[in-house]
């Protein structure tokens, strides 16, 4: 059975870091695209970041371009989002997925609450 588990989410003041993680298991990592959404309360679900196979393609929405940093680490079947310069609209839950088109995950992960205080 597939598993994604997202950890490192929580509460910090705006301008702030926090780092998630997103660890696999019941699936062979390293050939899926990995990618993060998240929901905001009373919003749609929203796209966040992507990362190829390999590490070395990665895409961001125009929201957190330049402040978000998505890694990962396939022989620890782990992805990561370092999350920079947090602003209180970050506020949401993330969700790790995987799958062959980050448009349509096949995988999602049960999220993790991030909260950011101004």
């Known amino acids: 059975q597939v598993q994604l588990v997202e950890s490192g989410g929580g509460l910090v003041q705006a301008g702030g870091s926090l780092r998630l993680s997103c660890a696999a298991s019941?699936?062979?990592?390293?050939?899926?695209?990995m990618g993060w959404f998240r929901q905001a309360p009373g919003k749609e679900r929203e796209f966040v970041s992507r990362i190829n196979w390999s590490g070395s393609n990665t895409y961001y929405a125009d929201s957190v371009k330049g402040r978000f940093t998505i890694s990962r680490d396939n022989a620890k079947s782990t992805m990561y989002l370092q999350m920079d310069s947090l602003k209180p609209e970050d506020t949401a839950i993330y969700y790790c997925?995987?799958?062959?088109?980050?448009?349509?995950?096949?995988?999602w992960g049960q999220g993790t609450q991030v909260t950011v205080s101004s």
């Open positions: 019941g699936v062979t990592f390293s050939p899926y695209a």
């Open positions: 997925v995987a799958g062959i088109n980050i448009a349509t995950p096949r995988y």
